[in-house]
């Protein structure tokens, strides 16, 4: 386990009491968890902005299964990403529409492309990209 160092914060009351209602709102056990999850956030947040080292995330989208030819079209673009692509779930939420989780892990600005080009085909109704550390770099 890594050494843990202490400081002071000084902030306003009434934040603090909107931190202290958020904290319980999410369930942490305590404002310092809160704090290193605040953080770890945001040093996530800059290495991707700045294409920095390897990042993980899902690509979760939406499509119509109906859409002509969609689903070719889904799987070529994916077939260019192998470098970068874990694995694939696919899911039928119901008659017409399906649900894919593309598990991704590489440089942000690659998986970000990836992102756009899937969430840009017609028939895709929505689609998002949340990235995450792979861990290595994070206390």
Request: include cysteine; charge should be neutral; charged fraction near 25%.
């Amino acid at each position: 386990m890594s050494e843990l160092a202490r400081f002071g914060v000084s902030l306003e009351k009434e934040l603090l009491d909107k931190f202290d209602s958020l904290i319980r709102q999410r369930n942490y056990s305590n404002r310092s968890e809160a704090l290193r999850d605040l953080i770890r956030q945001e040093l996530v947040k800059k290495a991707w902005q700045a294409g920095d080292g390897e990042v993980a995330g899902a690509i979760t989208f939406v499509y119509d299964h109906h859409g002509r030819a969609l689903l070719n079209k889904i799987t070529d673009i994916q077939h260019g990403f192998q470098d970068i692509i874990i694995s694939t779930q696919h899911i039928h939420l119901d008659h017409d529409n399906c649900l894919e989780i593309v598990a991704v892990k590489g440089k942000p600005a690659r998986l970000q492309r990836l992102a756009d080009m899937l969430k840009s085909l017609k028939g895709v109704r929505h689609g998002i990209l949340s990235m995450s550390s792979t861990g290595t770099e994070m206390a």
